[in-house]
């Protein structure tokens, strides 16, 4: 049994329909398939900059930026021998033989796209262990079959974890995970919106309504784990997820359609009222003195998936029209601000993403912060206050950006982003999401 | 739903239907002066007049775009397509009868202009676009209505004045001193560009406005105009949007036809 | 407090030389810093130190490409409520020894429960525990915590010059065990506070004796606070071992260590997160109830609750806003003027006074009413109103807070502080706060700096939230409270919603008792009951610090 009345029509990221009246608890993390998927994914999957481990080992350069030890290198063929390595690896991670290890080579063998066993996690508490084992083993799989002597392992752990356990992070390593270590973590929860836009962008390969879907599926299953979607939480952000993140009703691509050629933010937050007011959204409360007529909804949840999903379209007309990244934040305070002058009702997130607006516009425009929006994630102080609602947009943007900034997404995710990209679920989780939700469909 | 038409905001007295006024598009703002495009191009400082305009990436046609429908969808603007870097200008607002506040700069520029990117703070508004975007939309913000000469500032740095008392030319403070009022001719006149460095040839910028055009035309609440106590409609929206948020933040479920 | 009067205006007719009134002026004929004393000594130092150093040094002429502070006039400040006049330059922490000592005495100070310890002897190692034996620890220990040994032979130990400001206290609700304490290590909370105040605060602590460690503020200053409680803690033991004869290394003795370094301990701000990572004591870590606990002007003048809340926000704001957002997490310098706003010219005193005559007006007097939306819509609308409406009558005014995120927080600090007192919520007094600032940003049309209502637009929303990371009772939010881990100009103000809603009460603290103790105490160096005026004779150099080296160095 649905928990929720609300049923949506799923849509692609062209605008064309792809099943109608779904229920949204299609759509939960904790139903739908494809995004526990993506969850698990994120949890399994690890790069290896094969290449920057063959560097390091060459230089002695590891550890962070300008460590040089000075009389330590070793040449070791890892990028020829990329076949070799990753059945070894795949050898060394596997627990069964019938498990999902994978151990895919990449660009000729200077990376590697590493799936860690469903296993090896289930038999811990942490989401590490993708790193760890991966990074373990792959430490094991050089020392072996390269012959590494008891003197110099030492450099190979170096090259693999960096400075790790000097510092809490694999500072300077080249194996790299979405997740960032848990100490990085804002707060309990906070794992799943630990990834920069940067990544996100890169893995769907800049296609903005796949960005924006990923993003908000991360953010939005993180407010399970937070303990926020949940009780009288529950259904907004589900809501949520289904408009901003999933195009439901395709209200988003609806609306980027109608003021794709001309219309400014101004014109999406008029296009979101109206559409708002023709499904039953909102209605008239009053006519005040001046003529002005404030609104009122029955149902607020609705009223901010809706106007969620306006955010999302004015980011793209923004940030699209202009292919430019840094114009997000004032997005995010404006269209708030001129949606409510226009209804005299809430902004998205009653107020929390006009508040992110606030500070992101800051750290991303002033001295007092630093960095483009390409590094911006929701695990930020910055950035946290939104729950769910606004890194979605931030990716969106990122993955418009022609290229405006010095610090590109590119140069930002390293080697993550594309190596990622490689995971079919990842890149399109529109697809694969609104497949799942059909196919549990009966079954809510 | 054929009765909507846009509001854009509330309020029943007149710095409300004011700020009404400045943000509905369909309302053309007033042209009061010209400042010709090269004397506008040297105000800003980011090029010369003349001077081909600098790119952060290739035309887009040339570098070719991912596959997203988004970007299919979205035209760009000409700054974009060409690839212009993104360049400012920025406004100081005195808080003396301006006809903007910080505010209305962003809530007017992004119901009139299309890919900007305008911050707000007490004492500026910077306002960014690609560069040729930029150069139009900056046309309309000092040629029309929405700017006094005296009371309006460009400045891109050492915005200190708009809470300042006026000068005994009733100027704004500017540290830098990048206009001065010309005694002989009334008119205000700038010496030095947006960022302070000095102008090859003066460029006026034309009368300040009368005390009592701008108490007309203004978007500022004040006490000694129209005090925003005797607008009793716009305190209520914002007290009931607090607390329509307030009640959001403790119960979504429970805010109803409220 | 005649609120006819504005308060503010002496400053006013001070700070320049037309009337408050007048809207016109004159610039740029000043003599940039020379119209400075403080500029002028600072140009003076400048020069000399460049020529000493060989490297180029302090030169206003740096100051925009040659255009010198001061095209305006310097205006000299009035500290809130004193009769002392500064320049701005003088409430810089760096510049202020009575701000560098608040925060010192604050970050120097630990608390340790004695009960538990005084079990471990008595349980496990069979020892008599009487009045005479704990003074002759406390005897011990205030040999030891300065940093001198007790046990070992042959140890280095801390010249006593330099470490005076360290010493251990007591405190207990048992008046029979305080009779017994030697009055030179006893917080006498019968002789400290009002009477009402201190049956409160005994009732509160009962039969429990707690002590009240001070380590060196020389430490303070060249340690962390993460030094304090492992200092006093290494100290507490060897003391115990001691004055008690214990063994030193039998297991029973690491039961003291746990109790003196976690167990008993109440540390003055707690550990934070990865990206402002500090460990205990340090500001971002201290709940805004700690600090209006530790503000002092609650025992003083209990009868004007007004001016408790305003005492209390003046440590706020050096605390919170020059400390931390100006110096721990931002660098720079800018942070103080953003700050001084809410303690200097009388300005919130002005608005905090409008409110509280109007909540005893409307509501019948403070702590009267329960939380409810027409309470905080009047409320924090009318004073809202009022405060803006006194920067739009006076431009003097208006230039004395030339930021808008001076008055922003002036104006909804007043707001938010007479919700609380009309209230005795401060949950409903920080509410109030965030309406004031939606209805400042309407109004203005403008509000702070570029990120400055980043919480106040979470604000609303936030009030009142019971989500995983949202909602708290406000006396127990900090710096590090999510919303408000990033902008300055709002917890200073914070200090006395807190504050105000429980000295609007008659509280004899607001969120810790002990805390409220530990801080009521003569010998500390800064004045913990005076912050405003403390701060002052810090602006005037009259302010004699703690931590001087200059037994240790060569004489100038």
Same mark, same amino acid.
């Given at each position: ?444 | ?112 202009? #299309? ?35 005296? #009371? ?107 | ?100 000592? =608040? ?15 005084? =079990? ?437």
């Amino acid at each position: 049994m649905a928990k929720y009345p609300d049923k949506i029509d799923l849509y692609d990221d062209r605008g064309r329909v792809f099943a109608s009246k779904v229920p949204v608890e299609a759509l939960s993390p904790l139903r739908n398939p494809a995004i526990q998927k993506i969850i698990s994914y994120v949890k399994q999957c690890v790069s290896v900059n094969l290449e920057g481990i063959e560097k390091a080992l060459a230089t002695g350069e590891v550890g962070g930026k300008w460590c040089i030890i000075r009389g330590r290198s070793l040449k070791l063929d890892l990028v020829k021998n990329a076949e070799s390595i990753a059945d070894s690896l795949k050898n060394c991670l596997q627990v069964t033989k019938d498990d999902d290890t994978d151990v895919k080579v990449l660009k000729g063998g200077k990376h590697l796209l590493v799936q860690v066993p469903a296993k090896r996690l289930n038999a811990g508490v942490e989401y590490t262990t993708g790193f760890t084992a991966t990074a373990a083993a792959l430490c094991c799989t050089i020392v072996e079959n390269f012959k590494v002597n008891i003197w110099d392992a030492d450099m190979v752990h170096a090259a693999v974890w960096g400075r790790y356990p000097q510092t809490m992070d694999p500072l300077g390593g080249n194996v790299s995970s979405l997740l960032s270590v848990p100490q990085q973590n804002e707060g309990m929860g906070y794992a799943l919106r630990n990834v920069p836009c940067a990544h996100i962008a890169l893995i769907t390969k800049k296609n903005a309504m796949n960005a924006a879907a990923l993003s908000s599926i991360l953010e939005q299953a993180a407010m399970f784990e937070m303990g926020d979607a949940i009780g009288n939480f529950e259904r907004m952000h589900l809501l949520g997820l289904a408009y901003q993140g999933l195009n439901a009703n395709n209200l988003v691509y609806d609306i980027v359609k109608e003021n794709a050629k001309t219309g400014t933010l101004g014109d999406v937050v008029v296009s979101t009222v109206k559409r708002a007011i023709a499904d039953g959204i909102i209605k008239p409360l009053e006519k005040k003195a001046s003529g002005y007529t404030a609104y009122t909804t029955e149902d607020l949840n609705k009223w901010n998936a809706y106007a969620a999903a306006g955010l999302l379209a004015g980011t793209m007309i923004t940030c699209g029209s202009a292919r430019s990244m840094q114009h997000c934040p004032s997005v995010f305070i404006y269209f708030n601000d001129l949606l409510e002058r226009e209804t005299g009702l809430p902004g998205v997130d009653f107020g929390r993403v006009a508040g992110t607006g606030v500070e992101m516009a800051f750290f991303s425009h002033s001295i007092y912060g630093g960095g483009n929006p390409a590094v911006f994630n929701g695990n930020h102080i910055v950035t946290r206050h939104s729950k769910g609602f606004t890194i979605p947009c931030v990716a969106a943007a990122v993955a418009l950006d022609a290229g405006t900034v010095i610090y590109t997404p590119e140069k930002i995710s390293g080697t993550v982003g594309e190596t990622l990209s490689e995971v079919p679920e990842l890149r399109e989780p529109l697809r694969y999401v609104n497949e799942a939700a059909v196919s549990i469909h009966g079954g809510i | 739903m054929a009765t909507y038409k846009p509001q854009y905001y509330p309020g029943s007295t007149k710095i409300a239907k004011n700020r009404k006024k400045y943000m509905d598009p369909s309302y053309k703002l007033k042209k009061l002066r010209t400042i010709s495009d090269d004397d506008l191009v040297k105000l800003m400082g980011h090029r010369v007049p003349g001077e081909a305009y600098k790119s952060v990436h290739p035309p887009l046609e040339e570098m070719g775009e991912p596959a997203c429908p988004i970007r299919e969808l979205v035209e760009p603007t000409p700054g974009a397509k060409a690839g212009d870097r993104i360049r400012y200008i920025q406004f100081t607002d005195s808080v003396y009868f301006t006809p903007l506040t910080p505010y209305m700069r962003a809530w007017m520029g992004h119901n009139r202009y #299309r890919g900007v990117d305008i911050g707000v703070l007490s004492g500026r508004v910077p306002l960014e676009a690609r560069e040729r975007d930029l150069e139009k939309v900056a046309k309309d913000l000092v040629e029309t209505e929405i700017f006094d000469p005296a #009371r309006c500032g460009i400045r891109g740095a050492t915005v200190h004045g708009h809470a300042l008392r006026l000068d005994e030319n009733g100027m704004m403070f500017d540290a830098l001193r990048r206009f001065v009022f010309d005694k002989k001719t009334g008119e205000v006149v700038y010496v030095k560009d947006q960022i302070g460095v000095p102008l090859d040839k003066p460029i006026s910028v034309g009368k300040p406005l009368k005390e009592e055009e701008l108490r007309e035309m203004t978007s500022e609440y004040r006490v000694d105009g129209v005090p925003f106590r005797e607008d009793k409609e716009m305190i209520e929206f914002i007290q009931r949007l607090h607390m329509l948020r307030t009640e959001a933040g403790f119960d979504p479920n429970k805010v109803k036809g409220i | 407090m005649a609120t006819e009067k504005k308060m503010f205006l002496e400053a006013l007719r001070k700070k320049f030389k037309e009337s408050p009134e007048e809207k016109y002026t004159q610039f740029y004929i000043y003599g940039g810093w020379k119209q400075s004393k403080r500029k002028q000594e600072f140009v003076e130092w400048g020069t000399k130190l460049a020529k000493e150093r060989g490297i180029p040094f302090y030169n206003p002429d740096m100051h925009l490409g040659g255009i010198p502070l001061g095209q305006r006039v310097l205006m000299p400040y009035r500290l809130s409520q004193t009769d002392i006049y500064c320049e701005g330059d003088d409430l810089h922490f760096i510049n202020n020894a009575a701000m560098q000592q =608040m925060w010192h005495d604050i970050r120097r100070t630990v608390i340790v429960g004695l009960d538990a310890a005084h =079990m471990v002897i008595q349980k496990r190692l069979g020892k008599e525990v009487t009045p005479e034996t704990v003074n002759h620890y406390l005897e011990v220990l205030n040999h030891a915590l300065p940093g001198a040994a007790v046990v070992q032979e042959h140890m280095v130990e801390t010249h006593p010059g330099l470490v005076a400001d360290s010493y251990v206290k007591v405190f207990t609700g048992d008046d029979e065990l305080a009779d017994e304490i030697d009055k030179r290590f006893l917080i006498n909370i019968n002789k400290e506070f009002p009477a009402d105040q201190a049956a409160q605060l005994k009732a509160a602590v009962g039969k429990k004796i707690y002590q009240v460690l001070r380590m060196p503020t020389i430490v303070a200053m060249t340690c962390d606070g993460g030094t304090m409680s492992r200092w006093s803690a290494m100290q507490i033991s060897m003391a115990m071992v001691n004055a008690y004869k214990l063994m030193a290394g039998e297991a029973a003795i690491g039961e003291f260590a746990f109790a003196a370094k976690h167990a008993e301990v109440i540390e003055m701000g707690t550990l934070m997160p990865w990206r402002r990572a500090r460990g205990p004591n340090e500001p971002g870590g201290v709940p805004l109830g700690y600090i209006a606990d530790m503000c002092q002007a609650s025992r003083v003048k209990p009868e004007d609750p007004t001016w408790v809340a305003l005492e209390a926000i003046s440590m706020g704001a050096v605390l919170y806003d020059q400390f931390w957002f100006g110096s721990y997490m931002s660098g720079g310098v800018g942070f103080t003027q953003y700050a001084t706003c809410t303690y200097t010219d009388n300005v919130l005193d002005d608005y905090c006074y409008y409110g509280a005559d109007y909540v005893k007006k409307k509501y019948g007097g403070f702590g009267k009413a329960k939380p409810s939306w027409d309470l905080i819509k009047d409320v924090a609308t009318e004073v809202t109103l009022y405060g803006l409406e006194q920067y739009e009558r006076y431009p003097a005014l208006m230039e004395t807070h030339f930021g808008g995120s001076q008055r922003a927080a002036v104006v909804a600090a007043g707001a938010g502080v007479a919700v609380s007192l009309a209230t005795g919520n401060c949950t409903a007094g920080i509410n109030g706060w965030y309406l004031s600032q939606l209805l400042h940003k309407e109004e203005m049309g403008r509000l702070g700096f570029y990120g400055y209502d980043q919480q106040d637009q979470c604000g609303s929303a936030n009030s009142f939230s019971y989500r995983s990371d949202e909602g708290l009772p406000f006396n127990l939010r900090g710096v590090n409270y999510p919303n408000y881990a990033l902008n300055v100009g709002h917890q200073s103000a914070y200090t006395g919603i807190v504050q105000a809603a429980h000295s609007g009460r008659s509280d004899a603290w607001t969120t810790n008792p002990l805390i409220k103790i530990a801080f009521a105490d003569k010998d500390l160096k800064f004045d913990f009951t005076h912050p405003r005026l403390c701060f002052g004779k810090g602006a005037l150099r009259e302010f004699m610090p703690a931590g001087e080296r200059s037994l240790i160095i060569p004489s100038r």
